[in-house]
């Protein structure tokens, strides 16, 4: 079991961390939108980056954010029949749907994003929905890796039911 605790440590310190780094992903989409606002509306002289930019980084910081979300409780539950069971029954049904739902999913998912992005380096993928074209394959690295922290925070909240159906609500 300390081998379950040291990985739930592990798992969550990297979640809380990678979550506080990737909230300034906000921050820079903020600066990056305004300073396009300026350009555009008081210089007439808008940006031929920021609209690529803005939904790449956006598109990161959420992908990003699910481990750190998961770690935080902050995924939508409905607690119709939830709330009213006991916490070793909460984890139960925590464990049945982790193997039946979480883990199928976002495995497949990940199988699924490795070919998809090692195509697009391969290829040196670019845009072409903006002028610039910029590259692609750096954001679409983002996914998988998205990906793999969410699965790794998944196996941690796992690792938790087993301790609590084990041990109890400590």
Request: aromatic content about 18%; glycine content about 8%; some cysteine.
């Amino acid at each position: 079991m300390s081998i379950l605790r040291g990985y739930i440590k592990v798992a969550e310190s990297i979640s809380e961390w990678s979550g506080k780094v990737v909230c300034w992903l906000v921050f820079i989409l903020t600066l990056m939108t305004g300073y396009e606002i300026v350009m555009r509306y008081a210089f007439d002289s808008p940006t031929k980056w920021c609209f690529d930019l803005s939904y790449m980084i956006g598109g990161s910081f959420f992908v990003l954010g699910q481990a750190y979300t998961m770690f935080h409780k902050g995924h939508v539950r409905i607690d119709i029949f939830y709330g009213r069971l006991s916490v070793r029954g909460k984890a139960w049904l925590d464990i049945i749907c982790y193997l039946i739902f979480f883990f199928p999913l976002w495995i497949t998912l990940l199988y699924i994003l490795i070919p998809y992005v090692y195509d697009s380096w391969a290829m040196g993928e670019r845009s072409m929905q903006g002028y610039w074209m910029p590259i692609l394959y750096p954001f679409k690295t983002v996914m998988p890796i998205a990906v793999s922290l969410l699965l790794m925070q998944g196996l941690s909240e796992f690792f938790r039911c087993i301790l609590t159906i084990r041990e109890g609500d400590k």
